[in-house]
Nanobody, 123 residues
Framework: QVQLVESGGGLVQAGGSLRLSCAASGRTFSNYAMGWFRQATGKEREFVAAMYWSADSTYYTDSVKGRFTISRDNAKNAVYLQMNSLKPEDTAIYYC????????????????WGQGTQVTVSS
């Protein structure tokens, strides 16, 4: 059974940085895509970033390009989201997600989700 556990959220001032981690377990993820999504209060969950376990291609929503970086550590079965130059509008619960084979920008295509970690950016 796939299990995804996020950590690293917290409270940070605007302009600061946070690094989110997602520990993945339960199967071999070499054929999986991994993604980060976020959901702000009163808003729908949205795509943030994604990558493949076995390739270096990365994908970002426009609002985080140049500020966020998704990466992985195959040996640790972990995926990270480095968030720099944070803005108050980045405040949300951040979720790690996994799906087989292909990255998708559509939330409902992702079958595995973590419990989320809160990121709050103060102005």
């Amino acid at each position: 059974q796939v299990q995804l556990v996020e950590s690293g959220g917290g409270l940070v001032q605007a302009g600061g940085s946070l690094r989110l981690s997602c520990a993945a377990s339960g199967r071999t993820f070499s054929n999986y895509a991994m993604g980060w999504f976020r959901q702000a209060t009163g808003k729908e969950r949205e795509f943030v970033a994604a990558m493949y376990w076995s390739a270096d291609s990365t994908y970002y929503t426009d609002s985080v390009k140049g500020r966020f970086t998704i990466s992985r550590d195959n040996a640790k079965n972990a995926v990270y989201l480095q968030m720099n130059s944070l803005k108050p509008e980045d405040t949300a619960i951040y979720y790690c997600a996994a799906r087989r084979l292909v990255v998708s920008l559509t939330i409902h295509d992702w079958g595995y989700w973590g419990q989320g970690t809160q990121v709050t950016v103060s102005s």
